[in-house]
């Protein structure tokens, strides 16, 4: 099973050192941890593209996009993986079950969600970190649509591209995924070995409530 | 011959893996493989023609993904030229012995209630593709590659409405057994042989050797022919090639072992198998015995998710979900307090129901719509599966057609006017039904007469092809109090429904005790002897311990509880808590600051003997959540905690309204809570309803995705002053604009206040917000200056 964090899990809830958690608060915690593990469905698909460039814009797999964000992350890279994962819908099911009977709850199941679904992109990210070392290469960190300067639409990209809908992630109308609980992103793939920035060291949003602290 | 004359009665073979192939003809990542059905007819020809000639007596035309959200425009001709080129592909074999399927896999939308396409949209969309299809000459539907009982109900209704044609299901298990959407072998095959489908099982997903389990589970409840289409093993990759790990040979000899040992009676494969793969697996098995399908009698209800199997042990069925007597239920009917009647489901399924009885009977109600809001709202938040209580054979239909799984249905009787409304129905969608021993003639006095009409019900029932299986005999319970030996009759029926009929039986319990006092001593006696005259199905109060205590003794006692699992888990908590609890009591103000919902009750009940319940909420309840509302402003104190504060004051709320009948204490104010347009994240929304109704404001909850018009037309209807919006995304704070104009051109009073993750106050300011709040305590601070209660 997942090694799920209770620390991150903690800071999706808003956590900083500077506050006390009660014996209370923390058993609930692990309540909710425990029981989203029963309800975890994690499915996952993949795929690899080589990186076409003109004049700045990118082309993977036939999507054409022209964002700065994505074309620094993937700097150096001739492919990328495109990659999708989710931890299944029974989480939703208990999100919006508490929403009626205990709102402490539907927080921190979302909280734990958003680890769990976290937990299943590493595992994943190692293992294709692990095949590609094989060939010499290294994976850059993780881009999810959305970031930075590009556009939520690119959601329908990854859903034709990949089939997402075989693993059961779906897109509403607003493309936002269903399960709410699931991740896309390009993970380019690279010779070079220099360091990146990554996660909130990334991020211009310095007020987030969950910012890691220290950055 | 016709397929169905064949089905079951030998050994067929389906087709195996199409789009691998079409790729390494040229089809691209993520380009349509339909379309090639129109762009490169030849290929898809040759595709066919190969599997025809492997030896394949089904083979799909190129439909998997034609539907018209992916081809607006040219679903007629896509679908039209598939079944063409197989149909050539067919003559080119000269196969004309074999069938040409019209292949459909899922819409690639989520439906409703978790999604957003509505059910009816999902039959729509698959009966214009089966329209085309069958227009164009196939000979069979096969759905296939389905995840979600839901979509697979969709495809299955709109096959059986649009045509004649025999139809076939298979469904994608992942490793452990189960759909995306939770569905296992045991609950889809009570659902899908409800629908009344010709054949059902697996494909793709999985290899055979990982299949296999499911396969056989398939076996042991299925009494329709089992089809098994694996993957050629798992995929794996390669220098950046993709594959799948089975050779043909080692498919096979997997495929071989099965069709030998489990009575399978469609075989073939799905990605990574070729035509080489299928005329491998023809050899080897076609001279193996077959061994055809046989009757299971199973008696089971489903969800999504759940199957509940009638007839092994006694099934407890949740009453609590009815009007009937119950003053708050009809005021939450009256009132659309759908949340109300959510949480009396809630309650029952923690209490160990099985089953839960839904009646939303009321007059002046929509009952059919109501029913159906509430059933799809309930399975989005439980997986029990469902009893459909109407007597309304609109609301009935409505309710089986948009149930996700196989209902319960309450009920038909012995009147040939209920059985010719009510027995149609159910062939139709599935169900098991609960049947009345009473007719034209009134409520039979004797067992016999009751005996008797069950059996003309049983009769009348297979006149449709209705099993006895799905047929549960209501023995009924009469009050005691106004003929003693009602008990006595009613347990005669049921012990005869078992012995003499082998069937199912039913009892609503409690009316057993209908007009005398401490009814539960007779109510949970009667439900020990009924258990033990052989009830299959106990309609009751869950919530009530002595029932509950009844039935977890009955199973322990009868052997039916294995290892004791249910009765210990029942009981693990009664040996310690009563020496230690009680002893030290929390006050209210400790209990509301740790955020104990269970103290803070019994603290206010302890303090409501001294002081008045308003007295007690401005002393203790009111301070502690200032304290705790001061600490997570301070930041030295943790949003959860917060929650659990104001669970807390919540209960000791309920605790104080109750005793003051409805008007605990003046409101501060009344406001409209909305998630706006597009956005579905509305947890922000719900943490800031609790602490504002904490302080005193009525929340009117607008939920989600809530369009401006709603949102301004209700602000009128209720004369609101105060609006708070909420949006999680970038790409919804549009909306949340849309709503602010519609506002300030229709009704300028009205002050709204925004927040949620994206927003900040320059936001708020270009957007034209009148104040921007960054977390649920500064919404309760602003509401306190508008309303002028600091």
């Known amino acids: ?215 | 011959m016709s397929l169905l004359e064949r089905l079951g009665k030998e050994r067929l073979y389906c087709d195996g893996g199409a789009g691998s192939m079409l790729q390494s003809w040229g089809l691209k990542a993520g380009e349509l493989p339909e379309t090639w059905n129109v762009t490169h007819p030849d290929l898809i020809i040759k595709l066919n023609r190969l599997y025809f000639e492997a030896g394949s007596d089904i083979v799909n035309a190129n439909t998997f993904g034609a539907n018209a959200l992916k081809f607006p425009d040219t679903l007629e001709e896509i679908v039209t030229k598939a079944v063409e080129n197989a149909k050539e592909a067919r003559r080119l074999a000269h196969r004309e012995d074999a069938y040409i399927a019209l292949d459909l896999g899922p819409t690639g939308k989520l439906l409703e209630p978790l999604g957003d396409l509505p059910f009816e949209d999902a039959i729509s969309l698959y009966k214009e593709t089966i329209t085309y299809g069958v227009k164009a000459g196939a000979d069979l539907i096969l759905i296939e590659t389905m995840t979600d009982s839901y979509e697979m109900k969709a495809a299955v209704l709109a096959a059986k409405e649009t045509c004649d044609l025999p139809i076939l299901t298979t469904m994608t298990f992942d490793e452990k057994g189960k759909l995306l959407t939770g569905g296992t072998p045991e609950s889809m095959t009570a659902m899908l042989e409800g629908l009344g489908v010709d054949a059902l099982g697996v494909n793709c997903g999985l290899g055979p050797k990982q299949l296999r389990p499911f396969v056989k589970r398939l076996t042991e409840v299925s009494s329709l022919p089992i089809i098994v289409n694996p993957n050629a093993g798992l995929p794996k990759s390669k220098n950046g090639v993709d594959y799948y790990d089975m050779s043909a040979d080692e498919f096979v000899s997997y495929m071989k072992e099965m069709a030998e040992n489990l009575p399978i009676s469609v075989l073939g494969g799905c990605c990574g198998t070729t035509p080489e793969y299928i005329e491998k697996l023809i050899a080897a098995t076609k001279d193996l015995p077959f061994v055809a399908p046989t009757k299971k009698h199973r008696s089971v209800v489903t969800s999504f998710s759940q199957a509940v199997e009638i007839g092994k042990k006694p099934v407890i069925i949740g009453e609590r979900i009815n009007p009937t007597g119950k003053k708050k239920f009809k005021a939450a009917l009256k009132e659309h307090d759908i949340n109300y009647i959510l949480n009396q489901g809630l309650d029952q399924e923690e209490a160990g129901a099985h089953i839960l009885d839904v009646n939303v009977g009321l007059p002046g109600i929509d009952e059919a719509s109501m029913l159906v809001e509430v059933m799809s709202k309930l399975q989005s938040v439980l997986a029990l599966p469902l009893q459909i209580d109407t007597g309304d054979f609109d609301a009935m239909e409505k309710a089986l057609r948009a149930y996700n799984g196989k209902a319960m249905l309450n009920s038909v009787n012995g009147k040939q006017e209920t059985m010719d409304h009510v027995f149609p129905l159910v062939k139709k969608y599935g169900a098991v039904v609960v049947a009345l021993a009473l007719d034209e003639r009134g409520i039979p006095q004797t067992a016999d007469e009751r005996i008797e009409i069950a059996k003309k019900i049983y009769k009348e029932a297979e006149k449709y092809g209705i099993s006895k299986d799905d047929i549960v005999i209501d023995g009924l319970a009469m009050t005691v109090s106004s003929d003693p030996k009602s008990a006595l009759v009613t347990l005669e029926t049921i012990r005869r429904v078992r012995d003499e009929l082998h069937g199912h039986s039913i009892l609503g319990v409690s009316n057993i005790s209908f007009g005398l006092p401490n009814r539960k001593v007779l109510n949970s006696h009667f439900l020990t002897l009924a258990m033990q005259n052989g009830l299959s199905c106990a309609i009751i109060n869950p919530n009530l311990s002595a029932m509950m205590d009844s039935y977890h003794a009955f199973i322990a006692l009868m052997n039916l509880d294995t290892n004791f699992n249910e009765y210990l888990s029942a009981y693990a908590d009664v040996e310690t808590t009563p020496v230690k609890k009680e002893n030290k009591t929390l006050s209210l103000y400790d209990a509301i600051k740790k955020g104990l919902a269970q103290d803070a009750a019994t603290a206010t009940r302890e303090g409501m003997k001294t002081k008045d319940g308003l007295t007690l909420i401005n002393e203790e309840l009111i301070p502690a959540l200032d304290e705790v509302g001061k600490g997570f402003e301070k930041g030295t104190l943790f949003l959860p905690q917060l929650l659990m504060s104001a669970e807390a004051a919540q209960s000791a709320f309920a605790v104080v309204k109750e005793s003051m009948k409805g008007e605990a204490r003046t409101i501060n104010g009344r406001i409209i809570l909305a998630t706006v347009k597009g956005d579905v994240h509305d947890i922000g929304k719900n943490i800031v309803k609790v602490m504002l109704e904490n302080y005193g404001f009525e929340v009117i909850d607008l939920g989600k995705d809530v369009p401006p018009k709603k949102i301004l037309k209700t602000a009128i209807d209720e004369d609101i002053h105060l609006v708070g919006l909420s949006a999680l995304m970038t790409t919804t704070v549009v909306s949340m604009k849309e709503t602010i104009d519609l506002f300030k051109k229709e009704k300028p009073d009205t002050l709204i206040c925004v927040g949620g993750a994206v927003m900040t106050q320059d936001y708020a300011d270009e957007i034209g917000a009148d104040a921007y709040c960054n977390d649920a305590m500064e919404t309760v601070h602003y509401a306190q200056k508008v309303f002028h209660c600091e």
């Open chain 1, 1 to 215: 099973m997942y090694p799920i964090r209770k620390s991150e899990v903690l800071r999706y809830l808003g956590y900083r050192k500077s506050m006390v958690i009660t014996k209370e608060t923390d058993a609930l915690v692990d309540e909710c941890i425990n029981d989203l593990k029963k309800v975890i469905q994690p499915s996952m698909t993949y795929e690899r593209f080589p990186i076409v460039r003109h004049d700045g814009i990118l082309d993977i797999g036939g999507m054409i996009i022209d964002s700065k964000s994505l074309s620094t992350n993937l700097k150096d890279c001739d492919e990328v993986f495109l990659f999708a994962a989710t931890a299944g819908i029974g989480i939703d099911r208990m999100i919006h079950r508490a929403e009626l009977t205990n709102v402490a709850k539907a927080a921190i199941y979302q909280a734990a969600g958003a680890e769990i679904v976290e937990c299943i992109c590493d595992d994943l990210n190692d293992q294709l970190a692990e095949k590609v070392k094989k060939e010499g290469l290294r994976l850059k960190p993780r881009f999810s649509p959305g970031y930075g300067d590009t556009s939520l639409e690119l959601q329908k990209d990854f859903e034709r591209l990949l089939q997402m809908s075989k693993i059961g992630i779906h897109l509403n109308e607003s493309l936002l995924m269903v399960p709410s609980k699931s991740v896309t992103a390009f993970i380019g793939i690279t010779k070079s070995k220099e360091k990146q920035k990554s996660g909130c060291a990334l991020c211009t949003a310095k007020n987030c409530t969950i910012r890691r602290e220290g950055l």
